[in-house]
């Protein structure tokens, strides 16, 4: 039996996740094989030291810090030697973001001083700060990226429903055509606008700085998120479904195609609020400084559905 000079890797990450701000708890993961060692590449949100070592070295264990605001860290020793230190990355939020190998807005993993403490304080003043910033530009690509993908059919809808004709001038046939229109555009819709649902709640907490002395802006972010608190039943609704998945043989439950069709039509009025203020939320959220709590993944429903405003008549774009 060779006797390890290194600190066991479970008391140095206690002594870590108790210096961190706030509350940190910390779990000891073995990688008995390589295979579950590969396992944490879909999840590993990294592109520095931590993950060319999961990819390319043996990693037969690492420790996950988490905090009680959902930020994960993975944090694993750099070689035998324990003067080397250690290298620590992040986890992406698992209720956000399915894979983040390899993703273009991945923070840098870095490496530790050997004592926790010292590695305590760099991941304080270094780590998360950067962590905070690229998921708050990840959060805002992915809104961004689903408004654009629907808004061009939204704005085609609207104008054949206002025009009575289809986008190439011919007359609608009959009301019946317009609402099969009307139909398919919501079954779309609701997959299409999940990611802004799931996304950007962070983005509007993070804004709080960018318009404290902007009325205008500050008015932006109120509509934006009464929208997305007009849209939480929907959204209590769809994750009860994932729930049930897993729970219920499927010919119990309603089917897919009529509950996209029923909670895009729900959605539809705060869609039109967030395609009118597309290009305003996207100055706002790129101005945003990242802040140091990330926010919930789903908004909170409020005590009354708001009373939203009809969608501005002019073009989102």
Same mark, same amino acid.
């Given at each position: @039996? ?48 931590? $993950? ?5 070295? %043996?990693?037969?264990? !690492? ?46 993993? =870095?490496? +530790? #001083? ?45 104008? @054949?429903?206002? /025009?009575?004709?289809? /986008?190439?001038? =011919? ?5 019946? $055509? ?28 993070? &804004? ?7 009325? !205008?802006?500050? *008015?932006?972010? %109120? ?7 007009? &849209?939480?039943?929907?959204? %209590? ?21 009529? @509950? ?7 959605? @539809?009025?705060? +869609? *039109? ?31 009354? %559905? #708001?009373?939203?405003?009809?969608? /501005?008549? /002019?073009?989102?774009?």
């Amino acid at each position: @039996m060779t006797v390890s000079v290194r600190p066991f890797l479970g008391d140095i990450a206690d002594r870590i996740a108790e210096l961190l701000p706030g509350e940190w708890t910390a779990q000891v993961e073995i990688y008995s094989h390589p295979v579950w060692q590969g396992d944490l590449l879909p999840w590993l949100w990294d592109s520095g030291e931590l $993950v060319r070592a999961v990819e390319d070295q %043996r990693v037969p264990y !690492a420790a996950r810090l988490t905090s009680t605001t959902g930020v994960e860290l993975l944090l694993a020793e750099r070689g035998p030697d324990p003067q080397l230190g250690y290298l620590v990355g992040a986890l992406a939020p698992h209720q956000e973001f399915d894979n983040s190998y390899d993703n273009p807005h991945t923070p840098a993993g =870095i490496v +530790l #001083p050997s004592r926790p403490r010292p590695a305590a304080r760099v991941i304080t003043g270094t780590f998360l700060p950067a962590y905070h910033r690229a998921l708050h530009q990840r959060r805002t690509d992915a809104v961004l990226a689903a408004l654009d993908a629907i808004g061009a059919e939204y704005d085609a809808q609207r104008a @054949m429903h206002a /025009s009575g004709r289809f /986008s190439d001038g =011919i007359p609608l046939s009959s009301p019946e $055509v317009l609402q099969e229109a009307e139909r398919v555009l919501a079954d779309r819709v609701w997959l299409e606008f999940l990611p802004v649902l799931t996304h950007a709640p962070g983005v509007l907490d993070n &804004c709080g700085t960018a318009v404290a002395h902007h009325p !205008a802006d500050a *008015g932006v972010v %109120r509509r934006l998120t009464d929208a997305l608190a007009f &849209c939480a039943p929907a959204m %209590r609704v769809w994750q009860d479904r994932l729930r049930d998945l897993g729970l219920l043989p499927h010919r119990a439950l309603e089917p897919p195609g009529q @509950m996209g069709t029923r909670l895009g039509r729900q959605v @539809m009025p705060a +869609l *039109g609020i967030w395609l009118a203020e597309t290009d305003a939320f996207a100055r706002i959220a790129h101005a945003a400084l990242a802040s140091p709590t990330p926010a919930a993944a789903v908004a909170p429903a409020p005590a009354a %559905r #708001p009373v939203l405003p009809p969608p /501005s008549p /002019s073009a989102h774009r």
